[in-house]
């Protein structure tokens, strides 16, 4: 029979597990256009500029890589609500098409816009959360964003 022998480590920094971060604050905190780490400071210094830090705790927002995914989510959402409400107007009251476009057309355009906004800060705080690309403190240098 063999024998297992436990060898000691020694507990460094280095080795210490990453403090979890709560995806749903996060998303959260980011859908309100906040700091997904504190919640206080702005994410955003312009439309959909995201601030190169935050105000109140100083978290890098550089790192983020939201790309195109906030407009993918936002064709989805709006598509799941306009969609919808455009069959039941057609199927029930079958108004004049012309009446439709000037409804649903400024409909879609609004929505879409007050949308972009929120869902592009809840990617930030996703990846922030998930520690995605730079948002790793504890990254090896190779796969940090340069
Ligand atoms: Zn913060």
Known sequence: METITAHPRTWTPEQSPAAKRDVWT???RGFRCRCPRCGEGKLFRAFLKVDDHCSACGLDFTPHRADDLPAYLVIVIVG????????WIETDYAPSVLLQLSIYLPLTL?????MLQPVKGAVVGLQWAL??????????DEISPG
């Open 26 to 28: 996060a998303l959260k």
């Open 80 to 87: 799941h609500i306009v969609v919808p409400t455009i069959l």
């Open 110 to 114: 609004i929505l879409s816009l007050l």
């Open 131 to 140: 520690r995605m690309h730079g948002f790793d403190e504890n990254a090896p």
